[in-house]
């Protein structure tokens, strides 16, 4: 089975019902699936061999969750192009990986070198042009595209990592990774029809996981393209959203936001939070504003979305709250030491796991997929701990760690210290060169609208909770911290912003 054709489960379910929309736009479960269909016709017509890089380079709109589908359905690979990111990055994307066609939203057709391959226009203001996903859905009305037979340890997607540190590389995440993550988000959350998933976060990245969960079970998506407070909170309160993936600065943009107070989010049963850690004050915070509804998830593009995860019922124990679950169904999680031995509960090393989640590695880069993948063990980069419960505990990325006067200072304790001031909307703390310490830890902070800030009183307030080794050497005050395209602040852009810019180039070589 390949992951698309959970799609057709959902139709049975709910035939007439929305599957998704965009504003003023629906489709319904029907048809949905002939669109699907037909565009997987006209790729197959364009490209005959199957497991042709297809591109897809769009905002969060129905043509996108079309083209994906679609060309899940053909039985070619899904190449994301997150039209957020800068021009020179998705140029190295296109051409690292080689692309065979490419479909493109005619607002985007400005964010890439459009290579030498075939084009096709996903949404567009004027008439529909025959190259083009409404052009396949008239051409094709009512066909059915050619059986995939590709195996299961084949691509079926491929996607950058990214974010705070190291260069890009191209992850092949075959069907089998695909399927145990929908398998598992379906075994640990229980999606069912009453399900209204916002797609705030870009497909392109982690709301492209939740697509076909919430369709297998007969749910509805609504995607979201300009994911500012206000529209998420309506978007939660008018149009009842149930369900979201989203990282610690959005959810803060809503907490943040005076109508938050008026808004009903009693309906939220699966406001996810991931790709980095959120401080416990703002963890209750939200278990608070979200009725309970509060669940985490901890994954890498490596072992997509879904290494471990935390329900709403679990974050009512205290002792959960700095936590991302426990391991999940089909996977194996543990913390290994520098001599590659398993380690027991409550002592702190790599954070490691092993299962079908796992990519088949990295697009033409064997070595790198032999240091990330060792004996069967994926290595994330992330250090962390595991109590005796089972619960794991991130500390940072290792090569974040701080080494400050030979003690280590894990960014996230400081910044889980930080946000407990009233006046910090949101931080990011790095560690700088220091000819006294070793390193010096400094902190970036986005401050509160209209709240008065000094920041020695801040260093004091930090210095009461986690003491002076780990208290910030220097406060920089900015208006917006560098976020990368899918909203997670970068912790090395803020490093190269605010440090001298001698020490900041030192501790990146």
């Given at each position: 089975?390949?992951?698309?054709?959970?799609?057709?489960?959902g139709?049975?379910l709910?035939?007439?019902?929305?599957?998704v929309?965009?504003g003023?736009?629906?489709?319904s479960?029907s048809?949905l699936?002939?669109q699907v269909?037909?565009?997987a016709?006209?790729l197959?017509a364009l490209?005959?061999?199957?497991g042709?890089r297809?591109?897809v380079?769009a905002y969060?709109?129905i043509?996108?969750?079309?083209?994906i589908?679609?060309?899940?359905a053909?039985?070619?690979?899904w190449v994301a192009?997150n039209?957020?990111?800068?021009?020179p990055?998705?140029?190295?994307i296109v051409?690292?990986t080689?692309?065979?066609?490419?479909i493109?939203?005619e607002d985007?057709?400005?964010?890439?070198?459009i290579?030498?391959?075939p084009?096709?226009?996903?949404?567009t203001?004027g008439a529909a042009?025959?190259?083009?996903l409404?052009g396949?859905?008239?051409?094709?009305?009512g066909?059915?595209p050619?059986l995939n037979?590709?195996?299961?340890d084949?691509?079926?997607t491929i996607?950058?990592t990214?974010g705070?540190t190291?260069r890009?590389?191209?992850?092949?995440?075959?069907?089998?990774?695909?399927?145990?993550?929908?398998?598992?988000?379906l075994q640990?959350f229980g999606?069912?029809?009453?399900?209204v998933n916002?797609a705030?976060?870009?497909?392109?990245?982690?709301?492209?996981?939740?697509?076909i969960?919430i369709?297998?079970?007969?749910g509805?998506?609504?995607?979201i393209?300009?994911p500012?407070?206000g529209?998420?909170?309506d978007?939660f309160?008018?149009l009842?959203g149930t369900t979201?993936?989203?990282?610690?600065?959005?959810i803060?943009?809503?907490?943040g936001?005076?109508?938050?107070g008026s808004a009903?989010?009693?309906?939220?049963?699966h406001?996810?939070?991931?790709a980095?850690p959120?401080?416990?004050?703002r963890?209750r915070q939200?278990?608070?504003?979200f009725?309970?509804g509060?669940e985490?998830?901890?994954?890498?593009t490596e072992?997509p979305m879904?290494i471990?995860?935390?329900?709403?019922a679990?974050?009512r124990d205290?002792?959960?709250?700095r936590s991302v679950?426990?391991?999940?169904?089909?996977?194996?999680t543990?913390?290994m030491?520098e001599d590659?031995?398993?380690?027991?509960?409550?002592?702190?090393?790599?954070?490691?796991?092993?299962?079908?989640?796992?990519m088949s590695?990295?697009?033409?880069?064997?070595?790198?997929?032999a240091?990330?993948?060792v004996?069967?063990?994926l290595?994330?980069?992330?250090?962390g701990?595991?109590?005796d419960r089972?619960y794991?505990?991130i500390r940072?990325?290792?090569?974040?760690?701080?080494i400050?006067?030979g003690?280590?200072?894990?960014?996230?304790d400081v910044?889980a210290a930080i946000?407990?001031?009233?006046a910090v909307?949101?931080?990011i703390?790095f560690?700088v060169p220091?000819?006294?310490w070793?390193e010096r830890v400094?902190?970036a902070?986005q401050?509160?609208?209209?709240?008065p800030f000094?920041?020695?009183?801040l260093?004091?307030?930090?210095?009461?909770?986690v003491g002076?080794?780990k208290t910030?050497?220097?406060?920089?005050?900015s208006?917006?911290?560098?976020?990368s395209?899918?909203?997670?602040v970068?912790r090395r852009?803020?490093q190269r912003l605010?440090a001298?810019?001698d020490?900041?180039?030192?501790k990146d070589a």
């Amino acid at each position: 089975m390949h992951p698309v054709d959970y799609i057709y489960r959902g139709h049975r379910l709910n035939p007439d019902a929305v599957a998704v929309e965009d504003g003023a736009r629906g489709l319904s479960y029907s048809d949905l699936i002939g669109q699907v269909e037909a565009v997987a016709c006209g790729l197959q017509a364009l490209l005959p061999r199957p497991g042709g890089r297809i591109g897809v380079c769009a905002y969060n709109t129905i043509e996108h969750m079309v083209a994906i589908l679609g060309v899940y359905a053909a039985g070619h690979v899904w190449v994301a192009l997150n039209p957020r990111n800068a021009k020179p990055e998705l140029d190295q994307i296109v051409a690292t990986t080689g692309l065979d066609a490419v479909i493109v939203d005619e607002d985007c057709l400005d964010k890439f070198a459009i290579p030498d391959v075939p084009v096709i226009l996903g949404r567009t203001t004027g008439a529909a042009e025959n190259r083009s996903l409404a052009g396949f859905v008239h051409d094709h009305a009512g066909a059915r595209p050619r059986l995939n037979t590709r195996p299961l340890d084949a691509a079926q997607t491929i996607k950058f990592t990214g974010g705070s540190t190291g260069r890009p590389k191209a992850v092949i995440q075959p069907y089998r990774a695909v399927n145990t993550s929908i398998a598992t988000f379906l075994q640990l959350f229980g999606f069912d029809a009453g399900d209204v998933n916002l797609a705030a976060a870009p497909l392109t990245h982690g709301a492209a996981h939740y697509i076909i969960p919430i369709l297998a079970v007969g749910g509805r998506h609504i995607l979201i393209d300009q994911p500012k407070s206000g529209t998420l909170i309506d978007a939660f309160d008018r149009l009842g959203g149930t369900t979201a993936f989203m990282p610690p600065t959005m959810i803060y943009n809503i907490l943040g936001d005076p109508a938050a107070g008026s808004a009903d989010f009693s309906r939220v049963r699966h406001l996810h939070y991931g790709a980095a850690p959120m401080a416990p004050e703002r963890i209750r915070q939200a278990l608070d504003v979200f009725h309970g509804g509060l669940e985490v998830i901890y994954g890498q593009t490596e072992a997509p979305m879904l290494i471990t995860g935390m329900t709403a019922a679990e974050f009512r124990d205290e002792r959960n709250l700095r936590s991302v679950g426990r391991e999940t169904l089909l996977m194996r999680t543990a913390i290994m030491g520098e001599d590659g031995e398993i380690m027991p509960p409550g002592e702190t090393g790599e954070i490691v796991c092993r299962g079908d989640l796992l990519m088949s590695g990295y697009l033409d880069m064997p070595e790198a997929t032999a240091e990330t993948i060792v004996d069967g063990w994926l290595h994330t980069g992330d250090a962390g701990e595991m109590d005796d419960r089972g619960y794991l505990f991130i500390r940072d990325r290792l090569r974040d760690v701080i080494i400050s006067g030979g003690f280590n200072v894990y960014p996230s304790d400081v910044e889980a210290a930080i946000l407990q001031h009233p006046a910090v909307h949101d931080c990011i703390v790095f560690g700088v060169p220091d000819d006294k310490w070793g390193e010096r830890v400094e902190v970036a902070v986005q401050v509160a609208p209209d709240a008065p800030f000094d920041p020695e009183a801040l260093r004091a307030f930090v210095k009461e909770r986690v003491g002076s080794v780990k208290t910030p050497k220097a406060v920089h005050v900015s208006d917006d911290l560098p976020k990368s395209g899918v909203g997670k602040v970068l912790r090395r852009e803020a490093q190269r912003l605010f440090a001298p810019k001698d020490t900041a180039e030192s501790k990146d070589a």
